[in-house]
């Protein structure tokens, strides 16, 4: 019997169970054995066609399967299986192993009396010294986002001395930041983060320079902002900007030092660096939209992106330091729940479309496109309702259904009176509880979740569904402010 690891991602397929025990002699059996216990996982890892899908990746024990015997790889009693899904030229040969990026001689670079008092702790450290604190004083850091992982990384590697550091962020702070968002106060909402950001850091340290890029990264800037960087730190919060920073990463040989979180769990890793893994080795293609839940959905210990955004700015120091051994090729994986750290190796997948021996993209594409998201909010359509009208059947009494697709601790959050709760992952077990020819309207937090309950129900021949555009946030602020929002 194996043991096998589940996400949180997918533990709403397993009971909520983190772990399941399962027979078979092959990864393959294993798992045909886990969805046949548990059939509602099926289809999140396995394709149409049977076959694994390549954004969840199976390791045994802690090698990844895909370089061994893929699915025929024998398992033995004791062994652990993991599964790891993704949280959001034309040369024929691989592109050049980056070195360590060349930052300016060390001589070219002083330490004012002022700045040797201050880095005074660095410089005792033999591994440190004088000429380390000068690589970090000329080194050039891009921070891809200033929320909750972009929050340590901005205090801490301005506190190192770090020279340059770019910010990439477009959004204002509001008040459901500040739970994680340690970089910015209560003062700040409403703020741009890149200014709150920006700030804090120059008052931790007036010795470095704060280059504000206050624009989403797309595809036609990233090359133009990234260029001017040794390296690239990802904190962002979705597929799409993960896929387009790791592509300008590896056209622009930048090491791209990645961190993700998710409610407990989060995961670092150096990519695009000394010939190691990108990040499309790891994932060669995103999640569905909504498989995976963002942070404003599945909810984040606000703790965690400390912990993750300070391995990142650790990994940063120690490359542009050139000390220890960093983390490519390794997975860290934090469990926070728990309290435990695992490691899985990574391997530069050969066939890799964007770093492998035969490069297939030789370009930025449409990452919107690519991960299935929309680059805007979709606009008001046919099967929306707004909530102003939703509140005027209420009050007519009109002869509907309102259900509630959120879990059940958003609904001790707020609710609307006579909604039904029907958490997403229930709705198709449940469609009996509804007459097909009802009026039904459909609710979670913000909309999207929803819109895919939406689909469920009219895929099964449901006939008069509406999606409440803006979810009960849109609820809170034009119907009954009373209604909390979170």
């Given at each position: 019997?194996a043991k096998?690891l589940?996400p949180?991602?997918?533990?709403?397929?397993t009971g909520?169970?983190d772990s399941?025990?399962?027979?078979g002699a092959?990864v393959g059996?294993?798992l045909?054995?886990?969805?046949?216990?548990?059939?509602?996982l099926?289809?999140q890892?396995?394709?149409?066609?049977g076959?694994?899908?390549?954004?969840?990746?199976?390791y045994?024990?802690?090698?990844?399967?895909?370089?061994?015997?893929?699915?025929?790889?024998a398992?033995s009693?004791?062994?652990t299986l993991?599964?790891?899904p993704?949280?959001?030229g034309?040369?024929a040969?691989?592109?050049?192993e980056?070195?360590?990026?060349?930052s300016?001689?060390p001589?070219?670079?002083?330490?004012?009396?002022?700045?040797?008092?201050?880095?005074?702790?660095?410089?005792?450290?033999p591994?440190?010294?004088i000429?380390?604190?000068?690589?970090l004083?000329?080194?050039?850091v891009?921070?891809?986002?200033?929320?909750g992982?972009?929050?340590p990384l901005?205090?801490?590697?301005a506190?190192?001395?770090?020279?340059?550091?770019?910010l990439?962020?477009?959004d204002?702070?509001?008040?459901?930041?500040?739970?994680r968002?340690?970089?910015h106060?209560?003062?700040?909402?409403?703020r741009n983060?890149?200014d709150?950001a920006a700030?804090?850091?120059l008052?931790?340290n007036?010795?470095?320079?704060?280059v504000?890029?206050?624009?989403?990264?797309?595809?036609?800037n990233a090359l133009?902002?990234?260029?001017d960087?040794?390296?690239?730190?990802?904190?962002?919060?979705?597929?799409p900007t993960?896929y387009?920073?790791?592509?300008?990463?590896?056209l622009?040989n930048?090491?791209?030092?990645y961190?993700s979180i998710f409610r407990f769990?989060?995961q670092s890793t150096?990519?695009?660096?000394?010939?190691?893994?990108?990040?499309r080795c790891l994932?060669?293609?995103p999640?569905?939209?909504?498989?995976?839940p963002?942070?404003?959905?599945?909810?984040?210990?606000?703790?965690?992106?400390?912990t993750?955004?300070?391995?990142?700015?650790?990994?940063?120091v120690?490359?542009?330091?050139?000390?220890?051994e960093?983390?490519?090729?390794?997975?860290?994986?934090?469990?926070a729940?728990t309290?435990?750290?695992?490691?899985?190796?990574?391997?530069?997948?050969?066939?890799?479309?964007?770093c492998?021996?035969?490069?297939?993209?030789?370009?930025l594409i449409?990452?919107?496109q690519?991960?299935g998201v929309?680059?805007?909010?979709?606009k008001?359509?046919?099967g929306?309702?707004?909530v102003t009208?939703v509140?005027a059947?209420?009050?007519?009494g009109?002869n509907?259904?309102?259900?509630?697709?959120?879990?059940?601790h958003?609904?001790?959050?707020?609710s609307?009176?006579?909604?039904?709760?029907?958490?997403l992952?229930?709705?198709p077990?449940?469609?009996?509880e509804?007459?097909?020819n009802?009026?039904?309207?459909?609710h979670?937090?913000?909309?999207?979740?929803?819109a895919?309950?939406?689909?469920?129900?009219?895929q099964a021949g449901f006939q008069?569904?509406r999606?409440?555009?803006?979810?009960?946030?849109?609820w809170?602020?034009?119907?009954?402010?009373?209604v909390?929002?979170?």
């Open positions: 019997m096998i589940i949180t991602p997918l533990r709403q397929f909520k169970q399941v025990v399962a027979g092959t059996e294993v045909s054995a886990l969805t046949t216990q548990y059939p509602d099926r289809k890892i396995f394709n149409d066609e076959k694994l899908r390549s954004f969840v990746n199976v045994l024990n802690d090698e990844d399967i895909r370089y061994l015997g893929k699915d025929a790889t398992v009693d004791g062994d993991s599964l790891v993704s949280i959001a034309g040369s040969v691989a592109p050049p980056n070195a360590a990026p060349e300016a001689p001589e070219e670079i002083t330490l004012s009396n002022d700045e040797i008092l201050r880095y005074s702790r660095h410089l005792i450290i591994e440190v010294g000429e380390g604190q000068k690589k004083k000329a080194a050039k891009l921070l891809v986002g200033a929320g992982l972009g929050a901005g205090l801490y590697l506190a190192a001395g770090v020279g340059k550091i770019g990439v962020d477009f204002v702070v509001d008040f459901t930041n500040l739970q968002q340690v970089i106060s209560t003062k700040d909402v409403g983060k890149i709150s700030e804090k850091m008052a931790i007036p010795n470095v320079r704060i504000k890029h206050e624009v989403a990264l797309t595809s036609e133009d902002i990234i260029k960087y040794d390296y690239v730190v990802d904190g962002t919060d979705n597929f993960r387009l920073v790791n592509d300008a990463c590896v622009l930048k090491p791209n030092i961190g769990e989060g150096v990519f695009a660096y000394e010939g190691g893994p990108c990040y994932y060669p293609e999640p569905p939209p909504g498989l995976v963002s942070c404003a959905e599945g909810g984040v210990l606000g703790i965690l992106p400390g993750i955004g300070l391995i990142q700015a650790t990994e940063t120690k490359l542009i330091l050139g000390i220890g960093s983390l490519v090729g390794r997975l860290l994986l934090y469990d729940l309290m435990r750290f695992r490691e899985l190796k990574l391997r530069k997948n050969p066939e890799c479309p964007m492998g021996e035969h490069r297939t993209i030789t370009k449409d990452y919107h690519f991960c929309p680059a805007q909010e979709p008001v359509t046919e929306e309702i707004e009208e509140k059947k209420l009050d007519r009109d509907f259904v309102l259900i509630d697709v959120r879990e059940p958003e609904y001790k959050i707020a609307i009176p006579g909604a039904k709760l029907v958490p992952g229930e709705v077990k449940r469609l009996d509804f007459d097909k009802a009026d039904i309207v459909i979670c937090k913000s909309g999207m979740r929803s895919k309950a939406c689909g469920i129900l009219k008069h569904v999606n409440m555009k803006g979810g009960i946030l849109a809170s602020d034009q119907v009954d402010p009373g909390p929002k979170y």
